[in-house]
Nanobody
Framework: VQLVESGGGLVQPGGSLRLSCLASGFTFSSYIMRWYRRAPGKEREWVARISSRGANTDYADSVKGRFTISRDNAKNTVYLQMNNLMPEDTAVYSC????????????WGQGTQVTVSS
């Protein structure tokens, strides 16, 4: 089982990034997917979630209207499109897969760094 995030980097305020999380080793379409982030010196924060088929999404208030979560079950990948980035979005972003039929079964990726700075 593996979740591998990519797409992080350094971006100026107001810029955009698209994160990807590639899953392998499990039935991706049976899992809810979530993005989390952890900023330096802060607790991990939930960012966004998407249902197993992609029909339902939800966002933290801090990113609503700026970030969009999506998934492609044929590619075993979940995405996080981040627009109008702000310095406070700087964090390590990680994806989490949660089995819909058993919420105690989940997997984490290792994270990708996003830095928003001029």
């Amino acid at each position: 089982v593996q979740l591998v995030e990519s797409g992080g980097g350094l971006v100026q305020p107001g810029g955009s990034l698209r994160l990807s999380c590639l899953a392998s080793g499990f039935t991706f379409s049976s899992y809810i997917m979530r993005w989390y982030r952890r900023a330096p010196g802060k607790e991990r924060e939930w960012v966004a979630r998407i249902s197993s088929r992609g029909a339902n999404t939800d966002y933290a208030d801090s990113v609503k209207g700026r970030f969009t979560i999506s998934r492609d079950n044929a590619k075993n990948t979940v995405y996080l499109q981040m627009n109008n980035l702000m310095p406070e979005d700087t964090a390590v972003y990680s994806c989490k897969a949660i089995l819909t039929s058993s919420l105690n079964t989940f997997y984490w990726g290792q994270g990708t760094q996003v830095t928003v700075s001029s």
